[in-house]
């Protein structure tokens, strides 16, 4: 088996974060002992004085992990911009080396690991210089596609999986987020389904909230419901791509 999986956004805010934490979550109930490697967060938030990656501190409570947050995210800025623009603000260079190397010991450590880029795919990491799909192939792991399917996801999925290929970059999959019902919808899911050829691995629901809701609760339920435990260990078949190696 493969050990890692890459979750690469079609956009900001589509919940790549969200789905990560799910797949963690049911990889763990299942007993098996994954991890999430956030290697850059934009726009971190403060807690016990401390400047902290808001994705991983959901991420540690959805799945109650009990880990560090440097050894699950390397590198944290305050600006909620651009991973390049805020390492530039800091004055604090991004070091790939240093990500790759808390990938491998994270790929040593645990069953598995999903790691979670920033944005979408042609984010830079350094300015000019390198991309988060310079990160996923330095990894040498394949992706799951993260997107939504309100009106321009077609355009936006078939773009992000189209680039990817074109980089030889290895994709298993598209979990469709924030699901509603809308009659639009599974027609959009269905035309990406056609012109990607990728298979839909979940589709998950857009949750509604009142006040008397907990969020952790819910999310839990319905990742139960929707993200199937054997179509996420299929995320890491081993194929020709997977195994982390230098």
Same mark, same amino acid.
Request: glycine residues 6%; charged residues 25%; hydrophobic residues 40%.
């Given at each position: 088996?493969?050990?890692?999986?890459?979750?690469?956004?079609?956009?900001?805010?589509?919940?790549?974060?969200?789905?990560?934490?799910?797949?963690?979550?049911?990889?763990?109930?299942?007993?098996?002992?994954?991890?999430?490697?956030?290697?850059?967060?934009?726009?971190?938030?403060?807690?016990?004085?401390?400047?902290?990656?808001?994705?991983?501190?959901?991420?540690?409570?959805?799945?109650?992990?009990?880990?560090?947050?440097?050894?699950?995210?390397?590198?944290?800025?305050?600006?909620?911009?651009?991973?390049?623009?805020?390492?530039?603000?800091?004055?604090?260079?991004?070091?790939?080396?240093?990500?790759?190397?808390?990938?491998?010991?994270?790929?040593?450590?645990?069953?598995?690991?999903?790691?979670?880029?920033?944005? /979408?795919?042609?984010?830079?990491? =350094?300015?000019?210089?390198? *991309?988060?799909?310079?990160?996923?192939? @330095?990894? !040498? #792991?394949? &992706?799951?596609?993260?997107?939504?399917?309100?009106?321009?996801?077609?355009?936006?999925?078939?773009?992000?999986?189209?680039?990817?290929?074109?980089? /030889?970059?290895?994709?298993?999959? =598209?979990?469709?987020?924030? *699901?509603?019902?809308?009659?639009?919808? @599974?027609? !959009? #899911?269905? &035309?990406?389904?056609?012109?990607?050829?990728?298979?839909?691995?979940?589709?998950?629901?857009?949750?509604?909230?009142?006040?008397?809701?907990?969020?952790?609760?819910?999310?839990?339920?319905?990742?139960?419901?929707?993200?199937?435990?054997?179509?996420?260990?299929?995320?890491?078949?081993?194929?020709?791509?997977?195994?982390?190696?230098?």
């Amino acid at each position: 088996m493969n050990k890692g999986i890459f979750i690469v956004g079609t956009d900001t805010d589509v919940g790549k974060t969200f789905i990560t934490a799910g797949i963690n979550y049911i990889l763990r109930k299942n007993n098996f002992n994954a991890i999430s490697f956030k290697p850059v967060q934009s726009g971190g938030i403060i807690k016990d004085k401390k400047l902290i990656s808001d994705d991983i501190e959901f991420i540690k409570k959805i799945s109650e992990v009990n880990e560090d947050y440097e050894t699950m995210n390397s590198y944290c800025f305050a600006e909620a911009v651009s991973p390049h623009l805020a390492s530039e603000m800091e004055n604090i260079r991004i070091d790939k080396n240093k990500i790759i190397s808390h990938y491998r010991k994270l790929y040593e450590e645990y069953d598995f690991c999903i790691v979670e880029g920033a944005g /979408g795919s042609v984010v830079p990491l =350094i300015r000019n210089e390198y *991309y988060i799909y310079n990160l996923v192939k @330095d990894l !040498n #792991i394949p &992706v799951l596609i993260v997107t939504t399917i309100g009106v321009g996801s077609i355009n936006q999925t078939v773009l992000t999986a189209n680039f990817l290929k074109s980089l /030889g970059i290895q994709i298993r999959g =598209i979990v469709i987020n924030k *699901y509603t019902g809308a009659h639009y919808e @599974d027609d !959009n #899911i269905e &035309v990406i389904k056609s012109i990607t050829g990728l298979e839909i691995i979940s589709i998950v629901n857009k949750l509604d909230l009142d006040e008397k809701e907990d969020f952790i609760l819910k999310s839990r339920k319905e990742f139960d419901e929707n993200l199937d435990i054997n179509k996420l260990l299929n995320l890491f078949k081993s194929e020709s791509r997977g195994d982390f190696s230098e």
